[in-house]
């Protein structure tokens, strides 16, 4: 029995891309994209249609939404963080400046604090409240600032050193975490988790790190406690029997189910699970390297920048180019640990088996479609499918006592058995998993 498996959305390119390499991509609160580039302009779109655009006086490396959407911060090559009127097109202010170039801002809206980080090692955060731009907090970091993300109270920032720090903007005397970059290779990006709970890195020896705060905590049972921080291989290929290892230039967080994209210089696009260690997919292969990626307010959508990141140096290269991908349920969280997917009848759960990629042995098929089921519910795990069924019947049954029930799973453990309060019975059961 063939079953229906759903369509993949084309991706929609923007419209008038940057002329030079994109640096930053940067969802709003309404889904209005902010785009920096090299070419020296910040650009609003509306959907794929470019809304507006702000020419400054050196390339842009990095650009972030602040309070609302008609404002905007900005830093580059001109050494200088600068607040942006997207209304009227013009500098309102420059906050601070660096010694070098500034090659990261961030924004709290919670605490109204923009946030940058230099080539020069330093690592600002500005007051925009109050006016002016007034510096409330510096610190320096070993060599260049590589990577920083900010989320609410939380800063994190990864140097041309391998050094990863993360400070409290609740009380910056102190970090929460200082210590080497787990991965042996210099860090390219950072972000930090929508929990709070960490920091993902990544490296341009294709990999990416894990570390959560509380492995690196003072208290004195974490020693004891079983640290959950990890580091895994990605974006590599083979060519000829030969490991190719790509990059990773950006680590985008789903902001609903916490799951994350990477995006290398190979190309493409993976989406993970990191509190289950599991790939979950990866999207087509995108014209060149992927420079910058972003999740939109309700994760629906993931901007992808695919623009060369001289990773081979200077050479020939695609041009230029940004795409909004609709992310389907099944690449944001298909393969999470215990995800909880109601279907209705039979039918229905044998294309979310598909799906699953499960195996249905021939005698689940005649149970499926034999019983007077109310509703069935799918869990799953990495090894294992957790199967719900509701039973129109008015008294508790054991699910071994089901026609066919024996011989329809390897291994098989009741799990729950329960009343519901209409006198329907709840039957529950596990059963491995089998490839297609």
């Given at each position: 029995m063939a079953t229906a498996t759903p369509?993949?959305?084309?991706?929609?390119?923007?419209?008038?891309?940057?002329?030079?390499?994109?640096?930053?991509?940067?969802?709003?609160?309404?889904?209005?994209?902010?785009?920096?580039?090299?070419?020296?302009?910040?650009?609003?779109?509306?959907?794929?249609?470019?809304?507006?655009?702000?020419?400054?006086?050196?390339?842009?490396?990095?650009?972030?939404?602040?309070?609302?959407?008609?404002?905007?911060?900005?830093?580059?090559?001109?050494?200088?963080?600068?607040?942006?009127?997207?209304?009227?097109?013009?500098?309102?202010?420059?906050?601070?400046?660096?010694?070098?170039?500034?090659?990261?801002?961030?924004?709290?809206?919670?605490?109204?604090?923009?946030?940058?980080?230099?080539?020069?090692?330093?690592?600002?955060?500005?007051?925009?409240?109050?006016?002016?731009?007034?510096?409330?907090?510096?610190?320096?970091?070993?060599?260049?600032?590589?990577?920083?993300?900010?989320?609410?109270?939380?800063?994190?920032?990864?140097?041309?050193?391998?050094?990863?720090?993360?400070?409290?903007?609740?009380?910056?005397?102190?970090?929460?975490?200082?210590?080497?970059?787990?991965?042996?290779?210099?860090?390219?990006?950072?972000?930090?988790?929508?929990?709070?709970?960490?920091?993902?890195?990544?490296?341009?020896?294709?990999?990416?790190?894990?570390?959560?705060?509380?492995?690196?905590?003072?208290?004195?049972?974490a020693q004891d406690k079983k640290k959950r921080s990890y580091a895994f291989k990605c974006h590599r290929g083979k060519v000829d029997d030969q490991t190719l290892i790509y990059p990773v230039n950006c680590v985008a967080f789903h902001p609903t189910y916490g799951t994350f994209a990477t995006g290398g210089c190979d190309g493409i696009v993976t989406l993970w699970d990191g509190a289950n260690k599991k790939r979950i997919t990866h999207l087509r292969q995108y014209p060149t390297s992927i420079a910058a990626m972003d999740f939109n307010h309700d994760g629906s959508v993931l901007v992808v920048a695919a623009s060369y990141t001289y990773e081979q140096g200077e050479k020939d290269h695609p041009n230029d180019a940004i795409f909004l991908h609709t992310v389907q349920d099944s690449e944001a969280h298909l393969l999470r640990l215990m995800v909880e997917v109601g279907v209705q009848d039979a039918h229905e759960f044998l294309q979310y088996a598909s799906l699953f990629q499960v195996w249905i042995r021939p005698p689940m098929f005649t149970l499926l479609m034999h019983s007077e089921l109310r509703g069935i519910d799918l869990v799953l795990s990495r090894r294992k499918v957790l199967i719900v069924l509701i039973v129109e019947s008015g008294e508790v049954m054991n699910p071994f006592q089901l026609t066919g029930i024996t011989s329809l799973i390897r291994w098989r453990s009741v799990t729950k058995l329960a009343m519901l309060a209409d006198g329907s019975s709840v039957v529950t059961w596990c059963t491995k998993r089998y490839p297609l």
């Open positions: 369509a993949k959305t084309p991706d929609e390119e923007l419209q008038a891309p940057p002329s030079d390499g994109v640096s930053c991509v940067r969802f709003g609160s309404r889904s209005n994209l902010l785009v920096s580039s090299w070419d020296a302009t910040l650009r609003v779109y509306d959907g794929a249609r470019l809304r507006t655009r702000v020419d400054l006086e050196a390339p842009v490396l990095s650009c972030c939404y602040g309070q609302g959407d008609c404002e905007a911060f900005a830093g580059g090559l001109d050494c200088a963080v600068k607040q942006i009127d997207l209304v009227t097109r013009q500098v309102s202010a420059t906050l601070g400046t660096h010694a070098a170039a500034v090659r990261h801002v961030g924004y709290s809206k919670e605490f109204g604090l923009a946030v940058s980080g230099g080539w020069d090692g330093a690592v600002k955060v500005l007051d925009v409240r109050s006016g002016g731009g007034a510096q409330i907090h510096a610190t320096q970091v070993p060599g260049k600032v590589f990577g920083l993300d900010v989320r609410a109270h939380v800063l994190a920032v990864a140097s041309s050193e391998r050094q990863l720090a993360v400070f409290d903007l609740r009380n910056f005397s102190q970090p929460i975490m200082q210590k080497e970059s787990p991965l042996k290779y210099q860090v390219r990006c950072v972000s930090v988790f929508p929990d709070l709970q960490g920091v993902a890195l990544g490296s341009v020896e294709g990999r990416v790190a894990l570390e959560y705060l509380e492995d690196d905590a003072q208290e004195p049972h």
